[in-house]
């Protein structure tokens, strides 16, 4: 069984109406990421913080997978498929994918601030002052910040390796060290990369799809249950 690995970002979660961070409303143009993703701000401002991130988890209750999420759970009819996406919205899942590495961590869980392998699922949307884990310590959004390690890019490095096929969707690649997963697959991969903003590559190993997610990612999902797409 070949593999397929899906390095996915805000984009894939745009048409379900979830903003984008860097696109013209995105939600880095309306707010500083200093503020409200790093651990200074948390250290200035937890009470903001948490509500930004509660105002994200409240909305995550209100919208739905979209058919780029569906289409890629139908790969895992014909192909291994590993998704790897920078979003801590839970769409995938959602969607049915089996096996789904969050690098930039999860909303719908908190994990404690004395102890960070004390990882909570949240049941509802509000994380507050006051919350505690069980060794007494508040607890913050699971979510990686600016400046902190990525505990699972090694995990989703492994997988790079003998990937077949790759399949980035709606990131800008800017932040890393996310961004990089791109190069570390095998030299023969084949590569799409699906964003109305992609760039395009002198290379015929690497395909440039200039569409929404969408659209193009079920088109390609036929194609490759096919086998169709040289
Ligand atoms: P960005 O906002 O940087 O990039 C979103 C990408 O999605 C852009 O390239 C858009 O062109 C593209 N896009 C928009 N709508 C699309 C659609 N309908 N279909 C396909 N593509 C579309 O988001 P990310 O690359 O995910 O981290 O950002 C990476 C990280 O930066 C995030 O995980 C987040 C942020 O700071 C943390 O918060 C830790």
């Given at each position: 069984m070949k593999k397929i690995v899906v390095i996915s970002g805000a984009g894939i979660s745009a048409e379900s109406g979830i903003s984008t961070f860097r696109d013209s409303d995105g939600?880095?143009?309306?707010?500083?990421?200093?503020?409200?993703?790093?651990?200074?701000?948390?250290?200035?401002?937890?009470?903001?913080?948490?509500?930004?991130?509660?105002?994200?988890?409240?909305?995550l209750f209100d919208v739905h997978e979209n058919a780029a999420h569906k289409a890629l759970?139908?790969?895992?009819?014909?192909?291994?498929?590993?998704?790897?996406?920078?979003?801590?919205?839970?769409?995938?899942?959602?969607?049915?994918?089996?096996?789904?590495?969050?690098?930039?961590?999860e909303l719908k869980k908190a994990r404690s601030t004395a102890d960070?392998?004390?990882?909570?699922?949240?049941?509802?949307?509000?994380?507050?002052?006051g919350d505690k884990?069980?060794?007494?310590?508040?607890?913050?959004?699971?979510?990686?910040?600016?400046?902190?390690s990525v505990p699972m890019f090694d995990v989703a490095l492994k997988e790079m390796h003998d990937a077949d096929i790759i399949l980035v969707i709606g990131t800008?690649?800017?932040?890393?060290?996310?961004?990089?997963?791109?190069?570390?697959?095998?030299?023969?991969?084949?590569?799409?990369?699906?964003?109305?903003k992609a760039q395009d590559f002198n290379n015929d190993k690497?395909?440039?799809i200039k569409q929404k997610a969408g659209t193009a990612v079920p088109e390609l999902v036929e194609k490759l249950l096919n086998n169709n797409y040289e």
């Open positions: 939600l880095w143009r309306k707010h500083r990421f200093e503020d409200l993703a790093s651990p200074k701000g948390w250290k200035n401002n937890p009470e903001l913080v948490l509500e930004f991130y509660n105002q994200r988890r409240k909305q759970k139908l790969l895992e009819e014909k192909y291994k498929v590993v998704v790897i996406t920078q979003n801590v919205d839970d769409l995938h899942e959602r969607a049915g994918s089996s096996n789904v590495i969050h690098l930039h961590g960070e392998r004390l990882v909570y699922e949240l049941k509802d949307w509000a994380l507050n002052m884990c069980e060794l007494g310590s508040q607890l913050r959004p699971h979510i990686v910040w600016f400046g902190e800008s690649l800017v932040v890393y060290p996310a961004a990089s997963l791109i190069h570390c697959g095998p030299p023969n991969a084949k590569i799409f990369i699906i964003d109305p690497i395909i440039s």
